[in-house]
Nanobody, 126 residues
Framework: QVQLVESGGGLVQAGGSLRLSCAASGRTFNIYNMGWFRQAPGKEREFVATIQWNGGTTYYADSVKGRFTISRDNAKNTVELHMNSLKPEDTAVYYC???????????????????WGQGTQVTVSS
């Protein structure tokens, strides 16, 4: 059973930084791509970033490109999201997500991920 547990959210002022972490368990980690999504109140869940199983390729939403960095540590079964230059519009619940099959293409829609963490709240004040 795949389990994903996020941590690291909190309250930060605009322009600040946060680091989110996701610990994965229940299956071999280093052969699966991973993703981060977020959902603001009243909005649909949206793609933030995704990383290839070996860390070789990453994709970002245009809204976070240049400010956020996704990384992974396959020895620790973790994936992180480093967020810099945070803006009030980054306020949302952030979710870690895992795909159903190993390797494969990097997915950028929620439909591509059947496994989700419980989410961690990020609030950016102006």
């Amino acid at each position: 059973q795949v389990q994903l547990v996020e941590s690291g959210g909190g309250l930060v002022q605009a322009g600040g930084s946060l680091r989110l972490s996701c610990a994965a368990s229940g299956r071999t980690f280093n052969i699966y791509n991973m993703g981060w999504f977020r959902q603001a109140p009243g909005k649909e869940r949206e793609f933030v970033a995704t990383i290839q199983w070996n860390g070789g390729t990453t994709y970002y939403a245009d809204s976070v490109k240049g400010r956020f960095t996704i990384s992974r540590d396959n020895a620790k079964n973790t994936v992180e999201l480093h967020m810099n230059s945070l803006k009030p519009e980054d306020t949302a619940v952030y979710y870690c997500a895992a795909p159903p099959r190993p390797w494969g293409p990097l997915e950028r829609t929620p439909r591509g991920y059947p496994y989700w963490g419980q989410g961690t709240q990020v609030t950016v004040s102006s």
